[in-house]
């Protein structure tokens, strides 16, 4: 069992940028793929980012490629997402997700957290 818990949402002005953390229980997280999804009001939610627990390789939704970076500390069971040069258009919830397996567009993670809102000001 993973339990997961964001930090970091806010209010930022376009062009600005923001971090967000998601910290993980469970002795095991270095076992789990993580990742971050999104869900705009109205919209279905959809990956953003996900690291791979093995490799520690990388991968990206294309709207946010160049802007965003996802990294993991296992020795503090958290993932983060530095994002920068926000838009308007990431205004959404952002969701952390662990998952057995890669996490990448189109997976279904097997834990996620509860959200955290982050406004982009235009």
């Known amino acids: 069992q993973v339990q997961l818990v964001e930090s970091g949402g806010g209010l930022v002005q376009a062009g600005g940028s923001l971090r967000l953390s998601c910290a993980a229980s469970?002795?095991?997280?270095?076992?789990?793929?993580m990742g971050w999804f999104r869900q705009a009001p109205g919209k279905e939610r959809e990956f953003v980012a996900g690291i791979s627990w093995i490799d520690s390789n990388t991968y990206y939704a294309d709207s946010v490629k160049g802007r965003f970076t996802i990294s993991r500390d296992n020795a503090k069971n958290t993932v983060y997402l530095q994002m920068t040069s926000l838009k308007s258009e990431d205004t959404a919830v952002y969701y952390c997700a662990a998952h057995f397996g890669t996490i990448m567009t189109g997976t279904t993670p097997d834990y996620w957290g509860q959200g955290t809102q982050v406004s982009v000001s235009s």
């Open positions: 469970g002795r095991t997280f270095r076992r789990y793929s």
